[in-house]
């Protein structure tokens, strides 16, 4: 269970999820590279009362819930 809070300079932040285990893969330049599926829940209120005045609690209690809330991103 992995995440992180990014602030995005509106007062507004993105969640951003890192479910499931990286995938290593031989890349086309003879390197090991990692993939890594990056979900993400965009534009919240980090001072939402809903979060009880602690949003990375919350993230991390109601994991599985921003799971199905976020959108996958190209990484």
Request: charged letters at 25%.
């Amino acid at each position: 269970m992995f995440y992180k809070i990014v602030p995005r300079g509106d007062g507004l932040v993105d969640v951003l999820l890192t479910p499931g285990e990286p995938v290593p893969f031989w890349g086309l330049d003879g390197r090991v590279h990692i993939r890594i599926r990056v979900l993400a829940v965009r534009g919240i209120d980090p001072m939402d009362p809903q979060w009880g005045g602690d949003l990375e609690a919350h993230v991390r209690e109601h994991y599985a819930a921003w799971l199905e809330a976020a959108e996958e991103v190209e990484a």
